[in-house]
């Protein structure tokens, strides 16, 4: 893998910061990659815009995303604020129940009701960002057992066992 460039990004408490860890640990230490991970915050602590960026490298690598090869969007507003760097190959995964104006033209535009799993899976919407990553787990070909062990790794287990609920669910869509 040359160069691999991940945006995470959504409203404040969606979890894209939680994603952005949980991406990083995979790739840094299970698959032994350089990595570097970015974190933006707007203003508001819930409800702003927020992303989390990773880059995935085999060497050292410069520290800035400059064309996502995916973006996950959790909100309408994310999905316009950080799409401006996108090109053709670049894959979007976006939460059908919240992004609703997604331009139809893109070629590998994968839109999954990810909220909507996670109430129905766990009971509970706060879990839809583990439902992606189930997804992209899935998109990406990452083997699904060495994610779900840095979500047994990195997760209190207060709240494991809701967590691997939604990404199961996430992982089973057919994007």
Request: negative net charge.
């Given at each position: 893998?040359?160069?691999?460039?991940?945006?995470?990004?959504?409203?404040?408490?969606?979890?894209?910061?939680?994603?952005?860890?949980?991406?990083?640990?995979?790739?840094?230490?299970?698959?032994?990659?350089?990595?570097?991970?970015?974190?933006?915050?707007?203003?508001?602590?819930?409800?702003?815009?927020?992303?989390?960026?990773?880059?995935?490298?085999?060497?050292?690598?410069?520290?800035?995303?400059?064309?996502?090869?995916?973006?996950?969007a959790m909100s309408e507003q994310s999905y316009h604020l950080y799409t401006e760097?996108?090109?053709?190959?670049?894959?979007?995964?976006?939460?059908?129940?919240?992004?609703?104006?997604?331009d139809e033209t893109h070629p590998h535009t994968y839109k999954v009701p990810m909220?909507?799993?996670?109430?129905?899976?766990?009971?509970?919407?706060?879990?839809?960002?583990?439902?992606?990553?189930?997804?992209?787990?899935?998109?990406?070909?990452?083997?699904?057992?060495?994610?779900?062990?840095?979500?047994?790794?990195?997760?209190?287990?207060?709240?494991?066992?809701?967590?691997?609920?939604?990404?199961?669910?996430?992982?089973?869509?057919?994007?």
């Amino acid at each position: 893998m040359d160069n691999f460039q991940l945006r995470f990004a959504g409203t404040g408490g969606q979890g894209m910061m939680l994603i952005g860890d949980l991406m990083a640990y995979y790739y840094g230490i299970i698959d032994n990659k350089q990595i570097v991970l970015l974190k933006s915050y707007g203003p508001e602590a819930r409800g702003g815009a927020c992303r989390s960026e990773l880059i995935v490298d085999e060497e050292e690598c410069y520290p800035a995303v400059t064309c996502p090869d995916l973006l996950l969007a959790m909100s309408e507003q994310s999905y316009h604020l950080y799409t401006e760097d996108i090109d053709e190959d670049t894959i979007i995964l976006v939460d059908s129940e919240l992004v609703r104006d997604v331009d139809e033209t893109h070629p590998h535009t994968y839109k999954v009701p990810m909220t909507e799993i996670a109430k129905e899976t766990t009971g509970k919407a706060i879990c839809a960002n583990i439902v992606a990553l189930g997804v992209m787990t899935k998109l990406l070909k990452i083997n699904p057992d060495d994610m779900l062990g840095v979500l047994k790794t990195k997760l209190p287990a207060r709240i494991l066992d809701i967590n691997l609920k939604a990404f199961q669910a996430g992982y089973e869509v057919e994007p």
